[in-house]
């Protein structure tokens, strides 16, 4: 276990974020008699290239690869056994997306001190001469799509985006145009501050049409408000009627409160519509979706990409047989069907289901309604609520 150390301790982690301009470096003021002093420090190969020349002979240089977890054990290492400070170099500002923030979150007992520098996403809009009051940040940068679904979903104008070599700018123009953001235009910097700086102003087709050099930064800016069109979900061939009307829809959903969720689940969703307009409500809530019909694979893939709500993830086949124990816990659920098997699925959704979560079903039986009462009580539930929009039973439970 890492120790904490006393309040008056010298930093245990020192982080500067160092700039770079025509290819030569800047550290911070007052960084540089920081450097002097330590003996033992750290950073990706890019940023031991850049540095080396400073650090002092004998030095010890922990480099930071693809396993984070790594390095911080070997920092702890270093510092359980009496080491001196450990500094650390990043790229700007090591608490945007950079090591100090990892710092704060997996090992939030570590003293660090932080010598800031402007981020990659400031530089190239001082670069470009952007004006933007307001931006939303975003990195898929060693991450999934989440933070930029979230970002186009919520519709800013403005979104700084962070991109690695699989999550590249292309790919992300490229998703953009797969979920109907077409509206959007796009300024990219490769290798800010390097010799080989690179800043391009790109139509989202352009991007998603180019290739980049990493690192890279994106300004994603909304060029205009998408044309608003009726939209209808697409449903199952031979069965039209199979799909959450839009009243009860919107009556599960407020009773799910989504707007206060992390993350959701919606069991048999069929057409998709629940999570659709979980993910339109609130953007950065995370959905996974179960349902056993094959056919309905295809179907949320069209709905998601028709309304524009990227990021459902889509678990295929039989609730009771995917280990649903083995997913990140939901906050609540939504119960669009069940096979039957209602009272089964309540208890394992009892274990399950975080406290203060709730369970949503639309009920078109009066069997499943007692079910659901009775079930949510056994299964660790205080039930709450009914109501009705047209023929449909609207149940609710929380938690306890």
């Given at each position: 276990?890492?120790?904490?150390p ?12 160092i700039?770079?301009?025509?290819g030569?470096f800047a ?18 190969k890019?940023h031991f290239?850049?540095v080396r ?6 030095a010890?240089?922990?480099d ?8 911080l054990?070997a920092?702890?290492r ?7 400070t450990?500094?650390?170099?990043a790229?700007g500002?090591?608490?945007f997306?950079?090591?100090?923030s990892t710092?704060k979150?997996?090992r939030p ?11 990659s996403i400031?530089t190239?809009?001082?670069?470009a ?8 940040f975003a ?5 999934d799509?989440h933070?930029l679904?979230?970002?186009?979903i919520?519709?800013?104008?403005f ?7 699989v999550?590249s700018?292309d790919?992300?123009?490229q998703r953009?145009?797969?979920?109907g953001?077409?509206?959007y235009?796009?300024v990219t ?12 102003s790109?139509?989202l ?6 290739d980049?050099?990493?690192?890279c930064?994106?300004i994603?800016?909304?060029?205009a ?5 009726e939209?209808?979900?697409e ?12 009243p ?11 707007e206060n969720?992390?993350h959701?689940w ?17 953007p950065?809530v ?5 349902e056993?019909?094959?056919l309905c694979?295809?179907?949320i893939?069209?709905n ?6 990227p990021?459902?993830?889509?678990v295929?086949?039989d609730?009771?047989?995917?280990s ?14 069940h096979?039957?098997r ?10 399950i289901?975080r406290?203060?979560?709730?369970i949503v079903?639309?009920?078109v039986t ?12 056994e ?11 047209g023929n ?9």
């Amino acid at each position: 276990m890492s120790k904490t150390p006393p309040a008056s301790a010298e930093p245990e982690l020192t982080a500067i974020g160092i700039t770079c301009e025509g290819g030569r470096f800047a550290l911070p003021e007052k960084a540089a008699e920081v450097v002097r002093r330590a003996s033992v420090f750290s950073g990706g190969k890019r940023h031991f290239e850049k540095v080396r020349d400073l650090l002092p002979e004998g030095a010890r240089w922990i480099d930071i690869g693809g396993d984070i977890e790594k390095t911080l054990r070997a920092y702890d290492r270093h510092l359980d056994t009496g080491g001196g400070t450990i500094v650390i170099f990043a790229s700007g500002d090591p608490l945007f997306y950079g090591i100090g923030s990892t710092i704060k979150k997996l090992r939030p007992e570590r003293k660090l001190k932080v010598f800031r520098a402007p981020n990659s996403i400031e530089t190239l809009l001082s670069k470009a001469e952007t004006v933007c009051e307001n931006i939303a940040f975003a990195s898929v940068h060693g991450r999934d799509w989440h933070e930029l679904d979230a970002a186009l979903i919520a519709g800013g104008k403005f979104t700084g985006l962070l991109t690695d070599a699989v999550n590249s700018p292309d790919s992300a123009a490229q998703r953009m145009i797969e979920y109907g953001f077409e509206n959007y235009g796009s300024v990219t910097g490769e290798n800010l501050g390097e010799k080989d700086e690179k800043i391009r102003s790109l139509t989202l087709k352009e991007t998603a049409q180019s290739d980049f050099r990493q690192p890279c930064a994106v300004i994603i800016e909304k060029i205009a408000e998408p044309e608003r069109k009726e939209k209808q979900f697409e449903t199952l061939p031979d069965r039209p009627g199979m799909i959450t009307k839009q009243p009860a829809r919107t009556r599960a959903v407020e009773r799910l409160e989504v707007e206060n969720l992390e993350h959701l689940w919606d069991i048999g969703f069929c057409t998709g519509s629940v999570s659709i307009e979980a993910r339109r409500r609130n953007p950065r809530v995370r959905v996974t979706a179960f349902e056993k019909n094959p056919l309905c694979e295809k179907l949320i893939e069209k709905n998601s990409k028709n309304f524009s709500a990227p990021g459902i993830k889509v678990v295929m086949g039989d609730f009771f047989k995917s280990s649903p124990e083995k997913l990140p816990a939901p906050d609540s659920v939504f119960i669009g069907g069940h096979g039957g098997r209602l009272g089964e699925m309540m208890e394992i959704l009892g274990k399950i289901t975080r406290p203060g979560g709730k369970i949503v079903l639309n009920s078109v039986t009066e069997e499943s309604g007692k079910t659901f009462r009775a079930r949510a009580v056994e299964s660790g539930f205080k039930f709450e609520a009914r109501e009705t929009a047209g023929n449909i039973e609207i149940l609710s439970a929380v938690k306890k």
